[in-house]
């Protein structure tokens, strides 16, 4: 199962659910990436998929710092979820990567 077919799945289970924050989220990674596929023009590799989650994540991120700065700690919780829900799908190693590159 490619990593679009495993987000669809759980993004059908949360409607099913009736979980708006992750189903809206993960609709939200599919149409990004269904873009990059018509970009590219030709299916998607792992690897593609990934950079377009990092980057979603990467977007969350710049988000809850802007809104924290803002006083916004209501929007900057939601975007904190929606981070979270995102790292789910991308490869534990990356999130290793991430926290090694962060704490040097």
């Known amino acids: 199962m490619s990593l679009f077919q ?3 799945t759980d993004m059908y289970e949360a409607m099913k659910l009736g ?3 992750t189903s809206i989220t993960l609709r939200t990674a599919l149409a990004k990436l ?3 596929k018509i970009d590219k023009q030709d299916d998607l590799s792992i690897n593609d998929e990934i950079k377009v989650l990092q980057m979603l994540v990467k977007q969350r991120k710049e988000s809850i710092e802007l809104y924290q ?3 916004r700690s209501d929007l ?3 975007e ?3 981070m979270e829900i995102l790292k789910n799908y991308l490869p534990k190693m ?3 990567l991430e926290l090694f590159a962060k704490n040097n």
Request: aromatic share 0%; no cysteine; proline share 0%.
């Open 6 to 8: 495993k987000i669809q």
């Open 19 to 21: 979980d708006k924050n």
């Open 34 to 36: 269904k873009n990059k």
């Open 69 to 71: 700065k803002g006083d």
């Open 76 to 78: 900057a919780d939601l």
């Open 80 to 82: 904190t979820n929606e």
């Open 94 to 96: 990356i999130l290793d």
